[in-house]
């Protein structure tokens, strides 16, 4: 009896070409952490609502578990392995760090992706455009009100960088 | 010899172990990937109560990458079932199958599991199996359950009651006959629940060649499941090995022994290959742990003034269907009973306390354990008591309060209170929110039809209670110690090895302050690690904010041994007397005489290596020290806290915004500052979630009606406001350190601080709420209700 049909799929992780073979149905987070053997991508409520899975396709933040793996075909993936460069962490990465913006961890690779995408549209966001940037991040441990200070001291520290 | 100047306790120290969480370089159970693994799903019923007459698996075997089935009657001839009995004569206990047979006694309640070669296999085989039920009546209404009459949950009991307990202490009678006023009101919490980011998670793996079962799980007790799952498969416990890696969270939920990891490790056995389980969302809010469904009729006697004389409360706590392990079914109904009387001094006391079986997923600990709904009931009828009597809600807790100095202090509860600083603490809440001012603007915007309110929530809780304090609360394992080693190696570094598990508390941090400081070594020569049976230390893990207190003394306790041997050492090698020795920063030097000093790293070098220059008595293996520590009177260490929440409700859509959040807390000496701000964050906006969106509903015929996400609300950064968080530092006359927990505090004060916040913005309309969430739908109804009465 033939298995169940496969496609082929080529897409950038990180900068790096992957090529798989998955079922149709395969999730393109499911495809991530077990074909690419990423562990910066994490799932949590698997229905689009908690945010965890965040990753950036062609540069927009999307969410790995309402994706299936043939539909990233020829996309450009970039989830929370590829923010520090050469051992030194970025700027938000940084900030999450000096402020305690994280507890047990969880949500954090999907935070920081959203993070980075709003501080590339908005280097200087108020608190409350902080707050509706990440209102699709759920975080059970911090109450935000750590992720929100970094946010804003990451921003503050990129607006001097690019100056 | 003295303690050196190393100083790392009260330090605001970032935490160690962030850059792994930061970069993705974790591993949580969901990333262990073993050859050979295959998948389970279960199959849950879909009924709240019901019998199955029939089971077919035939189908489900037929789909090819399906390695194994496990249905109920297998499972319940295989295992022990999960049993948890209290050691109250009232108690009636009941056993926690593995999977359900042949009676279900909740909607999602597991009764067969399918392993297959990923989770999409799994599933589709998992709807394959075919279960037939015979639906009973459903027992749903906890106040009609704990009457008699009804439908049963457990036939052979004859009433619903897992505990129906009586508790009375002073001249109750007396009290009521002096009282000049007496206020009477049922206030209530509702169900919801901790939800961990990471679900749970297992992946079992059972070696035939070493008889050895592997198990990882996003556990936040590792050694206590060990014991569990070695009970219920009937292994040794040295043939069970529990490691938790990184866990996602557990805020109490991830403390319990679940049937689905005992069914999983018995599916892996059977098969002689690793079994990962990965729960998904909906099987977390149906069939992992609820909370805080409790109702309390209270009766206050009081006099005209607001002094209360005394108080009877009859609590009633939905325990669910079983009763869970290692707690019982009577850990929120107890603590409720407990801390019912608050921060208060209350001359007489008498409560019913009943915990009763439903329908229901079974309750166990979240974060607050009980005390959310006792601060509930207590600090919501103080501002009705005061309403109705022209008080002023800050003045009624000022007049009732334990005083600032009356510590130790006896309540009547028969609980000692070690310090605390309820009077300074609510002062100092009550003038950082500017309360008079805020009361004129509050004037000014009712006169513009606007509605603002302040609700104050304030409480004394019980942490890091230990064996007293267990053993009266009539559960079969008492958790009164923690333990932890402290070893230093050739190198001179320092290795920690804690029985107590790191979900996002800071461990590796915190511990390694304490560690760093009583050794006299930088802090980066100390390793902190947990979550493997095979090298911690057989402890009872993290819960009840007991990590810092028991967890930190131990470490403290076993840091002093192997600091003393390090002296003793160095002052062998440098012919110098002990008592002329200083420790600090990794160097010990003769006092005012630096030039004769040894670093650490040589003298833990030569120890290991060179034992012929160790004094006589002295071994290598006096390097290390394991501690146990029961911080006494073994009742716990009280934390205070004074919560202030400025609100404004739109009266058009029920909809409340939080102004302001502001929390004064007092738990001792602080360890980290920071990781303190962190969990007083933490626990708040899970306060808030609770209080304002978080609802976990059942229909009258027992079916969940918020399975998913987009009903059952999290709050977002929308939702939490920029909480401010105050400290005051009284620390305990008890503990090492004067250290105290803190863990849960700030989820227990939202309840009562936001629903008091809300009525007071309402008090115009008549409105005061006794019950939760104050949602949207909710706040509207009470507005409409009440209107339509004074039409």
Redesign the interface.
């Given at each position: 009896?033939p298995?169940p049909p496969r496609c082929t799929v080529t897409m950038t992780v990180n900068g790096r070409r992957v090529e798989g073979s998955v079922?149709p149905?395969?999730l393109l987070s499911d495809f991530l952490?077990?074909d690419v053997g990423?562990?910066?991508?994490?799932?949590?409520?698997?229905?689009g609502?908690?945010g965890?899975c965040t990753i950036l396709v062609d540069g927009q933040t999307a969410r790995a578990c309402l994706i299936l793996t043939v539909q990233a075909d020829e996309a450009d993936i970039r989830?929370?392995?590829s923010?520090?460069r050469d051992g030194v962490?970025h700027p938000v990465?940084q900030a999450?760090?000096?402020q305690?913006a994280?507890?047990?961890?969880?949500?954090?690779?999907g935070m920081?992706m959203t993070a980075c995408e709003l501080l590339e549209q908005n280097p200087d966001p108020t608190?409350d455009e902080?707050?509706?940037a990440?209102?699709?991040?759920?975080?059970?441990?911090?109450?935000?009100?750590?992720?929100?200070k970094a946010i804003r001291a990451a921003a503050a520290v990129l607006r001097g960088a690019a100056r | 010899m003295t303690v050196g100047a190393t100083k790392y306790i009260g330090e605001r120290i970032r935490r160690r172990e962030d850059p792994r969480f930061l970069t993705g370089r974790t591993r949580y159970v969901d990333d262990i990937r073993l050859p050979g693994t295959v998948h389970a799903a279960f199959v849950r019923s879909p009924h709240a109560h019901a019998v199955i007459t029939a089971l077919h698996t035939e189908r489900a075997s037929a789909v090819p990458g399906v390695a194994g089935i496990l249905t109920s009657p297998e499972a319940v001839s295989a295992t022990r079932p999960i049993r948890c009995d209290s050691t109250f004569p009232e108690w009636k206990g009941t056993e926690f199958p593995v999977l359900a047979w042949p009676r279900v006694r909740f909607v999602g309640e597991a009764v067969a599991v399918v392993a297959a070669a990923d989770r999409y296999e799994a599933e589709d085989a998992a709807e394959l199996i075919e279960v037939e039920y015979a639906p009973l009546e459903a027992v749903i209404a906890l106040e009609r359950a704990a009457e008699p009459g009804g439908p049963l949950v457990h036939d052979a009991w004859g009433d619903n009651l897992f505990l129906d307990r009586r508790v009375s202490r002073g001249d109750v009678a007396g009290a009521f006959t002096r009282a000049e006023f007496v206020w009477e009101r049922s206030y209530r919490t509702h169900r919801h629940t901790g939800f961990p980011l990471e679900g749970r998670a297992c992946v079992a793996d059972f070696n035939p060649a070493t008889g050895m079962l592997t198990v990882y799980s996003a556990t936040q007790i590792p050694h206590l499941l060990r014991t569990g799952l070695a009970d219920s498969l009937g292994l040794a416990e040295h043939d069970v090995r529990v490691i938790a890696p990184d866990v996602g969270g557990g805020f109490g939920i991830k403390a319990h022994l679940f049937p689905e990891e005992v069914a999983v490790c018995l599916l892996s056995m059977r098969l002689g290959r690793p079994v990962k389980w990965i729960e998904d969302t909906c099987e977390h809010l149906a069939a992992c742990i609820h909370a805080r469904e409790h109702v309390h009729r209270v009766k206050l006697a009081m006099t005209r003034g607001g002094r209360i004389l005394g108080l009877t409360a009859d609590v009633i706590v939905d325990a669910g269907a079983y009763s869970v392990w290692p707690w019982t079914a009577t850990m929120d109904a107890g603590m409720a009973a407990n801390m019912i009387v608050g921060p208060y001094r209350v001359p007489a006391f008498e409560a019913r306390v009943r915990a009763v079986a439903t329908n229901k997923c079974p309750l166990g600990p979240y974060r607050g354990v009980g005390r959310p709904s006792a601060a509930f009931t207590i600090e919501r009828a103080l501002d009705d008591v005061a309403r109705a009597l022209g008080l002023d809600p800050v003045d009624i807790r000022l007049e009732n309060y334990v005083p600032d100095d009356a510590y130790p202090y006896t309540a009547i509860t028969g609980l000692i209170y070690d310090s605390a600083s309820l009077v300074k603490s609510l002062e100092r809440a009550r003038d950082t929110a500017g309360y008079p001012q805020f009361r004129r603007e509050q004037a000014a915007a009712r006169a513009a039809g606007r509605y603002l309110g302040i609700g104050f929530g304030t409480y004394l809780e019980q942490t890091a209670h230990a064996t007293n304090e267990f053993v009266k609360r009539g559960v079969p394992i008492v958790f009164g110690y923690d333990t932890v080693s402290v070893s230093m190696d050739p190198s001179g570094k320092v290795t920690v090895d804690s029985s107590l598990h790191s979900h996002g508390q800071g461990h590796e941090t915190t511990f390694a302050q304490i560690v760093a400081e009583r050794l006299g070594v930088p802090l980066g020569d100390v390793r902190v690690r947990f979550g493997d049976t095979q090298s911690a230390p057989y402890g009872m893990g993290t819960f009840a904010s007991r990590s810092a207190v028991l967890g930190g003394g131990a470490a403290w306790k076993a840091s002093d041994v192997v600091r003393r041997t390090l002296v003793k050492v160095a002052a062998h090698m440098m012919e110098a007397a002990v008592d002329d020795l200083e420790l600090n920063d990794g160097v010990i030097q003769v006092k005012g005489s630096p030039q004769h000093r040894m670093t650490v790293r040589d003298v833990a070098r030569l120890a290991h290596h060179r034992p012929e220059r160790l004094p006589e008595g002295i071994l290598p293996a006096d390097f290390s020290s394991t501690q146990s520590y029961d911080a006494p009177p073994g009742y716990g260490t009280f934390t205070n806290s004074a919560h202030v929440a400025i609100v404004e409700v739109d009266v058009r859509t029920g909809f409340v915004t939080i102004l302001r959040y502001i929390v004064v807390e007092d738990c001792g000496r602080m360890i980290n500052p920071l990781v303190v701000d962190g969990q007083v964050h933490g626990g708040t906006a899970q306060g808030i979630g609770g209080a304002l969106l978080e609802h976990l509903v059942y229909d009258d015929r027992g079916q969940l009606l918020s399975p998913t996400l987009m009903e059952y609300l999290l709050p977002s950064a929308l939702d939490i406001p920029a909480i401010e968080v105050h400290h005051l530092e009284t620390p305990s006359p008890f503990t090492l350190g004067g250290i105290k927990g803190m863990g849960e505090g700030g989820a227990i004060a939202p309840l009562p601080a936001l629903a008091n916040a809300v009525s007071d913005a309402l008090a115009p309309l008549g409105v005061s709420f006794d019950a939760l969430p104050l949602s949207p739908a909710r706040v509207l109804e009470a507005i409409q209700a009440r209107g339509a009465a004074s039409r």
């Open positions: 009896m298995g079922p149905r395969k952490k077990e990423l562990t910066g991508v994490r799932v949590a409520c698997e229905h609502v908690c965890a989830t929370v392995e923010l520090a962490l990465q999450f760090w000096d305690h994280l507890q047990c961890g969880y949500c954090t690779p920081l608190e902080v707050r509706r990440i209102a699709g991040n759920i975080c059970r441990c911090t109450g935000y009100v750590h992720i929100v | -």
